[in-house]
């Protein structure tokens, strides 16, 4: 069974912090992607991964930024948290050649 | 720009009746599609899949229809059960897309018994 875990399911941290969600895979999968979901507007992509040290911007990556030193793991930092950033936070990964991505349990972040 | 879209935010069914879930799209590159199921404070996880090729695909309850010349595509659950009741999303991916998938907003279903 492929599983991908996120380092916490709920966050709360003030503006202005620098958030770190980290996100695990352990399929050996090429692909790893975050996205936010929000109510009203389903999920939105902000940063994928095709291999190590390789990063592509999603739909909103403004604000966010991405790491990928290792081939499993997969890092999305808020530099500093605004109020918007309040969301549900989803990781995925994918094998190579494959559109079906498997999900993380999330991160519930709160920025108050 | 929205390019895969669910008009229906939310849909309520009995128990036993067939669920239909409705997904359009406009971008004719799109070549493979998905739908999640989320439950809430849960990840999405994959239900069925189709490739463009086939215009349907069949696991257990769930039936999957594409009509690509109506870029639109249908999820039926048969027969709905309680547990069914969740928020489904639709997704696309195509060459132009690379590995990314795009979501449309959902779809929150409650089977009632």
């Known amino acids: 069974d492929v599983k991908v875990t996120q380092s916490s399911r709920y966050l709360v941290k003030r503006t202005g912090e620098k958030v770190f969600l980290e996100c695990v895979q352990d399929?050996?999968?090429?692909?790893m992607f975050w996205y936010r979901q929000d109510p009203g507007l389903g999920l939105r992509l902000i940063y994928f991964?095709?291999?190590?040290?390789?990063?592509e911007k999603g739909d909103i990556p403004e604000g966010y930024s991405v790491s990928r030193e290792k081939k499993e793991r997969f890092s999305l930092i808020l530099e500093s948290a605004s109020t918007n950033q309040t969301s549900m936070y989803l990781c995925?990964?994918?094998?190579?050649?494959?559109?079906?991505?498997?999900f993380g349990p999330g991160t519930r972040l709160t920025v108050t | 720009d929205q390019q895969v879209k669910q008009n229906s935010p939310s849909l309520s069914v009995q128990e036993g009746r067939i669920s239909i879930l409705n997904c359009d799209y406009t971008?004719?590159?799109?070549?493979?599609f998905l739908w999640y199921k989320k439950y809430p404070a849960e990840g999405p996880t994959f239900l069925i899949s189709?490739?463009?090729?086939?215009d349907k695909n069949e696991d257990g309850r769930f039936t999957v229809f594409l009509n690509k010349s109506a870029k639109h595509l249908s999820l039926h659950i048969v027969p709905s059960q309680p547990g069914d009741s969740a928020v489904y999303f639709c997704?696309?991916?195509?060459?132009?897309?690379?590995?990314?998938?795009?979501f449309g907003k959902g779809t929150s279903l409650l089977v009632t018994p």
């Open positions: 991964s095709y291999d190590v040290k390789m990063k």
């Open positions: 189709i490739s463009s090729i086939k």
């Open positions: 399929m050996d999968h090429e692909n």
């Open positions: 995925a990964s994918s094998p190579q050649d494959l559109s079906e991505q498997y």
């Open positions: 971008n004719s590159m799109f070549d493979y």
């Open positions: 997704a696309a991916s195509g060459v132009n897309s690379g590995y990314a998938l795009n």
